[in-house]
């Protein structure tokens, strides 16, 4: 069974634009999760999404968001990038058993200029 | 609110020796427990959980970890330690009532030293 993909996986972007990154989650897993990882913050939750819904939301400005797909896959966007924007996203999907078996992408290394 | 306390930001082992490294946790009730490994560059890697049961847990890498309840702490060990080894670990705490978000604590980075 292939693993969460996440497209593309370097991306630079200049102050302003706006960007979206993809993931496509194990096949049959039905949530999708998005984390933001810096070295100043660590770890964040952006959000989830479940059967196209967003179930949970974390503690971002609203430049950030997100959808989910018929199909599973999830993007996430960010509007009027900033310099603090710079981070590796990373994804997660999860199956039936939830938060318990939650599997990570290899992430999109994002650069702000 | 709920988070993870990892003290240690950066420890040195020597190849061969064994492993300690500390994660306590502040949470309402006794949430699901992860340790998770980065390689740099990566994406995190599960190493091992704790749902229920047996307060030692196995994982992959020949890593276990001990939950302690009585010290909201979940300590992940190994007994020795191999160059590959040299990562960065994180813990994650994550809810029992469905909702999909884990806090992470700060992480660890390992250095190995021949």
């Known amino acids: 069974k292939a693993g969460v993909t996440q497209t593309p996986r370097y991306l630079i972007k200049t102050r302003g634009q706006q960007v979206t990154l993809s993931c496509s989650p194990i096949?049959?897993?039905?949530?999708v999760s998005w984390y933001q990882q810096t070295p100043g913050q660590g770890l964040q939750f952006l959000f989830e999404?479940?059967?196209?819904?967003?179930?949970n939301k974390g503690n971002f400005p609203g430049r950030f968001s997100g959808r989910q797909f018929s199909n599973s896959r999830s993007e996430m966007n960010v509007s009027t990038l900033e310099l603090g924007d710079s981070a590796l996203y990373l994804c997660?999907?999860?199956?039936?058993?939830?938060?318990?078996?939650?599997?990570f992408g290899p992430g999109t290394r994002l650069t702000v200029t | 609110a709920q988070s993870v306390t990892q003290p240690d930001i950066h420890i040195t082992v020597s190849e061969g020796a064994s492993l300690e490294l500390r994660c306590n946790y502040s949470?309402?009730?006794?949430?699901?427990l992860f340790w998770y490994v980065q390689s740099p560059g990566q994406g995190l890697q599960l190493l091992l959980k704790?749902?229920?049961?047996?307060?030692l847990v196995q994982g992959i890498k020949g890593f276990e970890a001990e939950f302690k309840r009585s010290q909201s702490s979940f300590n992940l060990r190994k007994p020795s330690v191999h160059w590959s080894d040299a990562a960065e670990y994180f813990c994650?705490?994550?809810?029992?009532?469905?909702?999909?978000?884990?806090?992470f604590g700060t992480g660890t980075r390992l250095t190995i030293i021949p």
């Open positions: 704790y749902f229920s049961g047996d307060t």
């Open positions: 994650a705490v994550g809810p029992r009532d469905g909702n999909e978000k884990l806090t």
């Open positions: 999404y479940f059967s196209e819904t967003q179930r």
């Open positions: 949470y309402g009730a006794t949430p699901y």
């Open positions: 997660a999907s999860s199956g039936l058993a939830g938060v318990s078996e939650q599997y």
């Open positions: 096949s049959g897993h039905r949530s």
